[in-house]
Each structure stands twice: as C-alpha cells, then as structure tokens.
C-alpha cells in the first residue's frame, strides 16, 4: 500500500514516522504548501506543493490528512472521490454541515476506510479506564469533570490560523477540548442532549475563543462537565469519572510536548460505610506513549481484515461535531455574535 501525506508539519512528521514503524506501507509522496517545511521532506519521496495535486496526481491507496481546519473536509472529499482510503486528523472539519458533506461521500463509497484521528482513545490510561468501565466492577458512571487547557490560542511553534474564525471555524474548544468531548463520549457510551454553555474571549481578543466553561447531561442521567481553556498557564489534563463504587481519575498526558505532566490513571474504590470518605486507591503512571502507534495499528488492521472503523469513525467524529455546535449555540450571546 502506498501512502500520502497531505500536510508536513509537526502531526504528519509523527504520523510518517509511525507509519514507517508499525506497517509496511510505503510513504511515497508528500505535499506541503511551507517552503521551509518542504525543505525537511526526506530525499526520494514525491513532493507536490498542494493536497489537490497530491490527490490528483500522487499513485497512492491510502492518504493520511493533516491540514488546517478549513482544508480537512474538502480534501477528505476529494480523497474518497479518488479511491483513496483516507485517515483524517482532528477536528474533521469546521462546522458540522462541512462534515455532512464529507458522510454523503463515503456512503457513496462503503468499501473505502475513513477514519478520524482522535488520538487520545489510544492512551494507555484512557485504554485502561475504558476496560474498568466496561468491566463494571465499579458500576455505572453517575458523572464526569474533565479540564482541558493550555497557556496560549497558539503554542509549539503553530502557525496563526487557530485564532482566525474564517479558517478554523473555532477556537480553543474545537482545537484542543474536542479531545475531551470525544473521551467523554467515548467512555461513557452517551450522547448528550441537555447542554448549558458559557463561551468566551476572556483573555487573548480574538474572534474564536479561548474558553468554553460546559454542563451536559445525557438521557441516561449522566452529568457532565468540561473546561477547555487557552488561559489555563500551566498546561492540564484531567478527568475525574465519578461511578457507583469508586472513581477514576486521568492526569496528565504524555504528548510531544511534555508540558501536561506525568500520565497516570487513579482507581479509587469506594465503601461509604466503612472508609469515612478516605478510600483505597491505586495510581498506575505510564512512562511511553505508544498512542500514535496503536492508533496506526488499528488503522492498518482494519484496512488488512476489512474490519469496519469502530474508534474514530465519521459517526463518533459527526456527533462530536455536532455536540460542539450544540455547546456553541447554547451560549445566547455567543450564537447571537456568531449563528445569525
């Protein structure tokens, strides 16, 4: 299988080394509109300055696309309309009508992959909690607090799109919290009707956001909460599941960065008769991120047995988009600045 990478930056460098590591797929052509960044494309590989030229032109099967916001669905579109397997970056798409678009193209073409890459289902804390839940050993989950934040709209060398509305169709919330919003959803199997937002720019001035403060609740009663920030200076990740017989609580994350601390999960198992609000719990710290890798794996193995994509599939990656929509809008001031 030959791939493409459309988009060189830090995302398609990692996904090409993961690539190259975990399958025998040949990377054999590139695009990348930066000049400087063409220059760090190895030596023998196709270079095409655009992602239309790479998916017109390229001899390739399968394209991994890692663009900016207002490029991803139109050149998951084109992929799909090429033949191409496609493997998409987060967020899929700027709004959720530009992903609707994006979902009449593949049910047209059923026998190609389409996967979305919500990376964080692939940590070992979050694979590991996920296990526990659908154990039960804890019971059902009764709520959920996740924080999500980082210092600035733009940080680790990013380019200034992020903090235009025009070509990124979000801010913090679509950037950064929709990791938070998918493991929501992800671990607690619901989609949330009951949505209560505050949305704002409390801080850097833009016209996309850099907070968003959210209260869901799901029909099956669930509760849950999220912060997603762009003024939260020291970097966090944390995730607080609060279930019948216990808890589990994810800190920190092991990214490229290293700026989110040491990844852990704690189980807290709880007896409110006997422990007094003091119960016994375990922390497990996890030293590799092996994240980008298994979700390459995956990828690859449902390519290899014809295995429908389960983690990250254009559903997961609609209902998020629209949940992010939903939240945007439930903020009145903020819908009428910007859903007129």
């Known amino acids: 299988m030959r791939v493409g990478i459309a988009g060189y930056g830090v995302v398609g460098k990692t996904r090409h080394r993961s690539i190259e590591a975990n399958t025998s797929y040949q990377v054999t052509a590139i695009s990348e509109s930066n000049e400087h960044t063409r220059t760090s ?46 493997f998409c970056e987060k967020p899929p798409a700027r ?11 593949s049910c047209k073409f059923s026998d190609l992959k389409l996967m979305y890459g919500f990376n964080h289902r692939f940590h070992l804390s979050v694979e590991e909690a996920n296990s526990i839940i659908k154990s039960n050993s804890l019971g059902r989950i009764i709520n959920m607090k996740g924080v999500y934040g980082k210092s600035q709209m733009i940080s680790f060398n ?25 493991l929501i959803r992800y671990l607690s199997g619901e989609n949330f009707t009951q949505i209560f937002s505050f949305i704002d720019n409390a801080f850097w001035n833009f016209d996309v956001e850099d907070n968003a403060y959210v209260l869901m609740k799901s029909p099956a009663g669930i509760v849950a909460q999220l912060h997603s920030s762009a003024t939260q200076w020291r970097h966090v990740f944390n995730l607080e599941i609060t279930l019948e017989r216990g808890s589990l609580i994810l ?14 999960l704690t189980v807290i198992t709880s007896d409110p008769a006997k422990d ?10 996890y030293n590799e991120d092996v994240s980008w890798d298994n979700e390459i794996k995956y990828f690859a193995n449902s390519l290899a047995k014809n295995t429908s994509i389960e983690r990250g599939s254009i559903h997961d990656a609609l209902e998020t988009m629209k949940l992010i929509e939903i939240i945007y809008k439930a903020d009145p001031i903020w819908k009428e600045k910007y859903y007129k």
């Open 95 to 105: 709004t959720h009508a530009e992903l609707l678009e994006v979902q009449k193209q």
């Open 276 to 285: 007094n609000g003091l119960p016994r719990e375990s922390t497990s710290k």
């Open 41 to 86: 494309i190895p030596q023998g590989l196709e270079v095409h300055n655009d992602y239309k030229s790479l998916i017109e032109s390229a001899q390739i099967d399968i394209i991994f696309i890692s663009l900016p916001n207002q490029f991803a669905a139109e050149a998951t579109c084109l992929s799909l309309q090429k033949g191409l397997h496609v």
């Open 251 to 264: 800190g920190g994350l092991l990214t490229g960065s290293k700026s989110y601390g040491d990844e852990t």
């Open 158 to 182: 990013q380019t200034d799109w992020r903090t235009n509305r025009e070509a990124s169709g979000g801010g913090i919330l679509l950037d950064q919290g929709i990791h938070m919003l998918d």
